[in-house]
T-cell receptor, first 112, second 113 residues
Framework: GQQLNQSPQSMFIQEGEDVSMNCTSSSIFNTWLWYKQDPGEGPVLLIA?????ELTSNGRLTAQFGITRKDSFLNISASIPSDVGIYFCAGPQIQGAQKLVFGQGTRLTINP | DGGITQSPKYLFRKEGQNVTLSCEQNLNHDAMYWYRQDPGQGLRLIYYSQIVNDFQKGDIAEGYSVSREKKESFPLTVTSAQKNPTAFYLCASSILGPGGEAFFGQGTRLTVV
């Protein structure tokens, strides 16, 4: 099946810094989803992207659907302590039964 | 409020016992999913269902069973055949078709004692 590769696997930053993470695949996706998971909780959908080249913002978060449809990135500006968590990219598999494919996640740690 | 509810939040099981995790959604979603998450790891798909009375194995189905008798409900049974059942279990649901954003429950942390 399709696979998603997320990088970096972990990030250690200072409060106030900007963050950038990305997700790549060897095959195309028609939708890119970005989730955040707080410790001990279920993932929450942050941003959904539906069209190649689309750039979407949600507060301090900005995500883009790559032109090739094989990648996406998520930026967080001016990080704050509550941004700590695991960020996952995901996309509905195109061929076969519809199920979501997830990246391995990027763990964000912020030093105050 | 519309949403997806998992219960219980924490569950303890003796080795060798079966245990069932509950997942209910009132979002009228056709598809439902069960994922397993180990500490510091990503999400691994156990089972999924796209329609009532039908479900498919995911990547790590061994030692687990599910049923989908109602659209709203997708319980997961962790059987004694699961060798390492201690983990965080997440249930999700989504629409079928373009988009397909999944919405997750709060998770159940299962510990085998």
């Amino acid at each position: 099946g399709q696979q998603l590769n997320q990088s970096p696997q972990s990030m250690f930053i200072q409060e106030g810094e900007d963050v950038s993470m990305n997700c790549t695949s060897s095959s195309i996706f028609n939708t890119w989803l970005w989730y955040k998971q707080d410790p001990g909780e279920g993932p929450v959908l942050l941003i959904a992207l539906y069209k190649a080249g689309e750039l979407t913002s949600n507060g301090r978060l900005t995500a883009q659907f790559g032109i090739t449809r094989k990648d996406s990135f998520l930026n967080i500006s001016a990080s704050i302590p509550s941004d700590v968590g695991i960020y996952f990219c995901a996309g509905p598999q195109i061929q076969g039964a519809q199920k979501l494919v997830f990246g391995q996640g990027t763990r964000l740690t912020i030093n105050p | 409020d519309g949403g997806i509810t998992q219960s219980p939040k924490y569950l303890f099981r003796k080795e060798g016992q079966n245990v069932t995790l509950s997942c209910e959604q009132n979002l009228n979603h056709d598809a439902m999913y069960w994922y397993r998450q180990d500490p510091g790891q990503g999400l691994r798909l156990i089972y999924y269902s796209q329609i009532v009375n039908d479900f498919q194995k995911g990547d790590i189905a061994e030692g687990y069973s599910v049923s989908r008798e109602k659209k709203e409900s997708f319980p997961l049974t962790v059987t004694s055949a699961q060798k390492n059942p201690t983990a965080f279990y997440l249930c999700a649901s989504s629409i079928l078709g373009p988009g397909g954003e999944a919405f997750f429950g709060q998770g159940t942390r299962l510990t085998v004692v």
